[in-house]
Nanobody, 127 residues
Framework: QVQLVESGGGLVQAGGSLRLSCAASGRTFSTLAMGWFRQAPGKEREFVAA????????YYTDSVKGRFTISRDNAKNTVYLQMNSLKPADTAVYYC????????????????????WGQGTQVTVSS
């Protein structure tokens, strides 16, 4: 029903920036709350950022506040994660996620609240 494809990952030095993109299929993108998660080596998957269906509400995990920005362009069926001032601790596979269609401007912060997931894109930050 909804397919998500991430892109934009890569290898950067500490202090650098990357912008991740997540392209979604389907006609219902503007009704989906979207999120980004990451999984570092040896760690559990963790929530990174979320955005409501219209983009009017966003939320970030404490470790990325002030450095990462989530945004979306509903006309392009795309959600973005701008990552600045990257640290080695940000090294992980980053996953894009989408909720089922929603009728509110809510955002979600746990994996169980999302129905669709991308394949992931590797972000490696060297020191």
């Amino acid at each position: 029903q909804v397919q998500l494809v991430e892109s934009g990952g890569g290898l950067v030095q500490a202090g650098g920036s990357l912008r991740l993109s997540c392209a979604a299929s389907g006609r219902t993108f503007s009704t989906l709350a979207m999120g980004w998660f990451r999984q570092a080596p040896g760690k559990e998957r963790e929530f990174v950022a979320a955005i409501s269906r219209s983009g009017g509400s966003t939320y970030y995990t404490d470790s990325v506040k002030g450095r990462f920005t989530i945004s979306r362009d509903n006309a392009k069926n795309t959600v973005y994660l701008q990552m600045n001032s990257l640290k080695p601790a940000d090294t992980a596979v980053y996953y894009c996620a989408a909720s089922v269609p929603v009728s509110t401007n809510a955002y979600y912060t746990t994996g169980s609240q999302y129905a669709y997931w991308g394949q992931g894109t590797q972000v490696t930050v060297s020191s």
